[in-house]
């Protein structure tokens, strides 16, 4: 940090990166400040006239923070983001230049649109694409650039980003969330936000042990290495004191996040070596998308400067736990309400139980959407492995909202559990209030006291995905609960009809107890729940009939762009196993083979010394037969493998192909890597040709 940042307290240096509400309301004239500012709070539409007087103060305050260029800020289907940067710049007559940034580079930009997935939607020669000025999501200044959040679309129209669905979600969950509200009485409100608060686990490595491994470097998860002696088992590392090259790390991370107006709050070692955490507070779901990428490229971006690496893949080592993404999400009104909190009565709150309903039949009716939102290669080693939740959907309520659903289906009102205290009974520790549901960290959707916890996203992914999936199924069952409401005679009589349907058609996917036990799985066969394993089988679901139509309804996608998103998720689950596949037979043709051959020829030529010189050879004699049997089928394994890589090939369909790489490939790998990681065990470390887990894990 900067001396004059370092003289300062957090409060005066948060944001001071970002054009945000103050630095509008200081540079733009009163009219156009509040223009902007009920476009960006009531998503209103802009006002066009008014862009070259943003873009102007925009560019001034840029250049006074060093800011050199501008960047359309842009969210493709590849997990991360893109930016092309221009100058301000603009040449004059004399042979000088002048720095210049109108209203019509603030709104759009033209980026090369033929090389981001497209899904068959734009041929390869079709390059023009849209940037489009996003003024919900405040820009902001980092490494000499104003950095400008915005949409990404293809010349013809077609959606070709993550952040542009998610607006749109946001805007039709808004609109029939506010039909409810209307028929309970609120004419306050005028916008209803999803808000978002996505907890975030990584690891970090050593930088020089990072770049032995090639592994690591292209796949971004070891796809060789043997268990080491300790792992996580003795449950030490989890909420333990921070090593202080990750508390120097932690410190930089949240100031530099801190800057750019991101909310980083809680951070601490999480369960298994070299894992931590970050989390932040809520924020509007466009933000919290927003923040996130910010974040995960800030993460990686600071580790190097610790001589460290951050690793976001899902499963970067076996054997342990695996990292994810917890999407805390919430639904509240400009005027102050959260919508998702029960307050001390629930059965009482009837609006509230509208909405809890809303979610319990969204889940449950779109169930299948939900699961391959997280849908991906690498999320596939951690869903259903007791470390993350289950591939099954359901929901966890707790017991209290347990018994108030179940009274809505019987119709016989129970009275709301008084608040308790929690007594530590030492006379020291003052008592406090109970919370009224314990946590279950097991369910994939669970409610956390006032919002819902989505516990099912891998680290890498982007959380524009689920949150945007998320907010159409909520949005479509309102808008049923709404329709039949605005008809009724009689508005409570209906209500209770919708109340009591709503429970007992889908109460069978509130389950509080262990989803991690195998008694579950029968269990929610036998509800009818699905439970799909693998990214391969849950993708096909994207064009069924019910899903398509849904995000048709509300505008969301064309069916054409839905197609495009199934065929890119197919393509880039193949793309990620044979990256994979190659990277293994390279390390184990190129490295651990050699170094086993080598290895072996020194046990035999110890042997033929202690034999010329009358000396017992049994133990050499022992391990040589036994790595040679080994390095056959080392020799195999990667031959087989090999030609499963040809055979794959010859598949031209991309659902069929994604099944080969899963079935095939990824069992071919698993071989290969078992033989490989038995050998690693016999193999002294001083022919090993990279870093071992012990190394990696415990070396930070």
């Known amino acids: 940090m900067s001396e004059q940042i370092k003289s300062q307290g957090v409060a005066d240096y948060f944001g001071c990166n970002v054009f945000n509400d103050t ?8 009219n156009v400040y509040k223009s902007l500012k009920r476009t960006r709070e009531l998503g209103t ?14 560019k001034d305050w840029a250049i006074e923070k060093g800011a050199t260029h501008y960047t359309h800020w842009f969210q493709p289907m590849t997990n991360i983001t893109a930016e092309k940067h221009d100058s301000f710049i603009s040449p004059t007559s004399d ?6 940034f109108s209203g019509k580079e603030l709104i759009k930009g033209e980026p090369d649109a033929s090389s981001f997935p497209s899904g068959g939607l734009r041929s390869t020669f079709e390059a023009r694409g849209y940037t489009a000025w996003d003024p919900t999501s405040c ?3 980092k490494d000499n650039t104003l950095y400008i959040p915005t949409a990404f679309c293809s010349y013809s129209g077609e959606v070709l980003d993550k952040k542009t669905p998610l607006l749109r979600s946001m805007e039709v969950l808004s609109e029939q969330a506010l039909r409810i509200l209307r028929l309970f009485g609120n004419t306050t409100a005028t916008r209803v936000v999803t808000t978002v608060g996505p907890e975030q686990e990584y690891f970090l490595v050593d930088k020089k042990l990072y770049e032995k491994r090639k592994d690591l470097i292209f796949s971004g998860r070891t796809l060789f290495g043997a268990k080491p002696p300790k792992g ?10 921070l090593k202080q090259r990750v508390a120097d790390y932690m410190k930089e991370l949240d100031e530099e996040l801190w800057k750019l107006g991101v909310c980083a709050k809680t951070k601490h070692n999480e369960v298994a070596p070299a894992q931590h955490e970050l989390a932040p507070i809520f924020s509007t779901s466009n933000i919290a998308a927003d923040h996130n990428q910010l974040t995960m490229e800030m993460m990686k971006k600071i580790a190097l400067k610790h001589g460290l690496v951050c690793l976001l893949h899902e499963k970067p080592f076996a054997g342990v736990n695996g990292s994810g993404k917890h999407n805390n999400w919430s639904m509240s009104t400009n005027d102050g309400q959260n919508l998702l909190d029960p307050g001390d009565s629930p059965m009482e709150n009837v609006q509230f139980l509208t909405f809890l309903c809303a979610v319990i039949k969204g889940v449950h009716e779109y169930s299948d959407l939900l699961r391959l939102s997280v849908a991906s290669a690498g999320n596939d080693h951690r869903l259903g492995a007791n470390e993350a939740p289950p591939a099954i959907i359901s929901i966890f309520l707790g017991d209290e909202l347990t018994q108030v659903v179940e009274s809505l289906e019987s119709g016989e009102m129970i009275k709301s559990n008084e608040k308790k205290e929690f007594v530590i009974n030492v006379k020291a520790i003052p008592n406090f209030p109970k919370d009224n549901t314990d946590r279950n960290r097991t369910s994939p959707f669970a409610f956390t006291g006032n919002k819902f916890e989505f516990r099912m996203l891998g680290s890498s ?13 909520i949005a479509e069952e309102l808008c049923q609960f709404a329709d039949r409401l605005e008809k ?25 107890g262990n989803n991690y036990s195998s008694e579950w799985v029968v269990e929610a066969a036998k509800r009818g729940l699905p439970n799909y394993t693998s990214t391969v089988d849950v993708l096909p679901q994207y064009i069924v009939e019910k899903n398509v139509k849904l995000f048709e309804k509300f505008k969301i996608f064309t069916e054409a762009e839905i197609h495009s998103r199934y065929e890119i998720l197919l393509d880039n689950y193949s793309k990620t196993i ?9 390390m184990a043709r190129k490295e651990i083979l050699p170094a086993v051959l080598e290895y072996t020829k020194f046990i035999c030529d110890t042997m033929a010394s202690k034999k010329a010189a009358g000396v017992a050879t049994t133990v050499e004699e022992k391990l040589a037969n036994k790595l040679s049997a080994l390095t056959v089928s080392l020799e195999d394994a990667i031959c087989v493998l090999e030609s499963k890589v040809i055979e794959v090939k010859n598949i031209s369909d991309a659902l069929e192909m994604a099944k080969f790489y899963r079935n095939e490939v990824f069992a071919a790998m698993q071989s290969l890597r078992g033989v490989a990681d038995e050998l690693e065990t016999m193999v002294s470390e001083k022919f090993w040709p990279f870093p071992t887990y012990s190394e990696l894990l415990f070396n930070v």
């Open 488 to 512: 009724a005679d009689d508005f409570t009589a209906e209500l209770n009809k919708i109340f009591r349907e709503t429970i007992k058609e889908h109460k069978q996917i509130i389950f509080n």
């Open 578 to 586: 044979n990256i994979e596949a190659l990277t293994m037979i390279e």
């Open 45 to 58: 539409e802009l006002d066009r006239e008014i862009a070259d007087i943003v873009a102007n103060a925009m």
């Open 95 to 100: 042979g000088k230049v002048i720095m210049e």
């Open 23 to 30: 630095v509008m309301k200081e540079r733009l004239p009163k």
């Open 232 to 241: 996580q088992e003795m449950e030490d590392h989890y909420f333990g004191s």
């Open 461 to 473: 992914d982007s959380i524009s995905c689920a949150n945007f999936i998320l907010n159409t199924i």
């Open 139 to 141: 820009a902001f200044v």
